[in-house]
């Protein structure tokens, strides 16, 4: 049967080949625009539950006073306090791939377990002024290694002098979590400070969040209520939210990227099954006095319908594992592409087995049909269509 099957694919070699390469197409789309999906929704799935983001009430891009760290580490039921402040770097003439953040050095790693330094010295991190700590991705991307120095630009934090703000690479990490990609750069928040005090940019002052890590045992929603209601009545107003939520409204504000996401790949798939369906159904037409002869030979109705899906399968699956082949060989080079609008992109083994399942299930309806109408026909009429 499956020699059959090829025989017959191989009398119409065009339209076997632009089937396959609609469902190649179909397969290769769903991959890559799932796995944007799915980058999203790990980052606010793999968030911690025992840590808190604290922002400003007004808005994230309205900084919060430094001195609020101080207040909020005597709550109960909180253990650190730690602060983020978004640099917004470019390094000259070339915009960033990742993001830039300044941290309070002396709690950041302790709080970030799923921060693994492999390469470099934590030590050197926390003491030197000027020091970073980077992900391997960038490093890769860069050829970074440990002691080289790093030159960024930034519009948030202009130097009054015109100069770039120099860092060295104090270590290399890999992140065991999407919650924290590895295309970030860490930093000393006290550069920012030192710098600011002296009178050396022009720039914002403050900090842009607060990430608060709770007790074993402490209600999140407990200790936000608490945080909220310290600053209810000023100078800033703070809004808390849990980690995974801070990320899925961070994520918000690129839009409702999921559903259309979603709808372009039904809309595809839709499109896909209904061009492969007709083609079986012209192949079944045209090999109507073929099963003629087969069925006066002694072949039964199973054997007919064995041989169309068989058929329909062949085209789909090569159709299939070539889109899927061809997503795996593209998805490093969009990763890059796409940079830190979606730091983290990978094909997700989920995503592959959804596309080869759709793969396996369209060739099996797209046959199913033709089969159905070729089992019906009796040896008479089959012989006769030739005519």
């Not at 372009?264 to 159904?281: D, E, F, Y």
């Not at 199973?302 to 795996?328: E, K, Y």
Request: some cysteine; proline content about 3%.
């Amino acid at each position: 049967m499956l020699r059959l099957a090829l025989r017959n694919q191989i009398k119409h070699p065009l339209r076997a080949f632009l089937t396959l390469g609609s469902v190649a197409s179909a397969m290769l789309l769903l991959c890559l625009l799932r796995s944007l999906v799915t980058t999203l929704e790990s980052a606010v799935n793999e968030s911690a539950k025992d840590r808190i983001v604290v922002q400003s009430a007004v808005s994230l891009f309205v900084s919060l006073p430094e001195a609020y760290a101080s207040k909020i580490e005597t709550i109960e039921g909180v253990d650190r306090v730690c602060w983020w402040n978004w640099f917004g770097g470019n390094y000259p003439g070339e915009e960033a791939p990742g993001n830039q953040f300044g941290v309070r050095m002396s709690n950041f790693l302790d709080m970030y377990e799923e921060i693994e330094i492999i390469e470099g010295s934590r030590e050197d991190f926390e003491t030197k002024r000027i020091a970073c700590i980077i992900g391997k991705d960038l490093a890769e991307r860069y050829g970074y290694g440990v002691g080289d120095a790093v030159h960024l630009e930034s519009e948030l934090y202009v130097r009054k002098d015109g100069t770039s703000w120099d860092f060295e690479v104090a270590a290399i990490y890999d992140s065991k979590s999407s919650n924290v990609d590895n295309m970030t750069m860490f930093f000393n928040y006290l550069y920012l400070d030192e710098t600011r005090e002296a009178g050396d940019f022009v720039g914002p002052s403050g900090v842009s969040i607060f990430v608060v890590s709770i007790d074993e045992g402490q209600e999140p929603v407990e200790i936000m209520g608490r945080i909220d209601e310290l600053y209810e009545n000023g100078p800033q107003r703070v809004h808390s939210t849990s980690e995974a939520t801070f990320n899925a409204q961070f994520m918000s504000m690129m839009g409702n990227i999921p559903f259309l996401v979603n709808s372009i790949g039904l809309g595809i798939l839709a499109a896909v099954m209904l061009a492969t369906l007709n083609t079986m159904l012209m192949v079944s037409r045209e090999q109507t006095h073929d099963i003629g002869i087969l069925k006066a030979l002694g072949f039964r109705d199973g054997a007919v319908v064995r041989l169309m899906v068989i058929q329909s399968m062949v085209l789909t699956l090569a159709g299939g594992l070539t889109g899927i082949g061809i997503a795996l060989g593209v998805a490093p080079v969009i990763a890059r592409l796409l940079g830190s609008a979606f730091p983290g992109y990978a094909i997700q083994p989920e995503t592959l087995q959804l596309a080869f399942g759709l793969t396996l299930g369209l060739g099996i309806v797209a046959g199913i049909l033709p089969a159905f109408r070729s089992r019906g026909l009796s040896v008479v009429e089959a012989l006769r269509a030739r005519a």
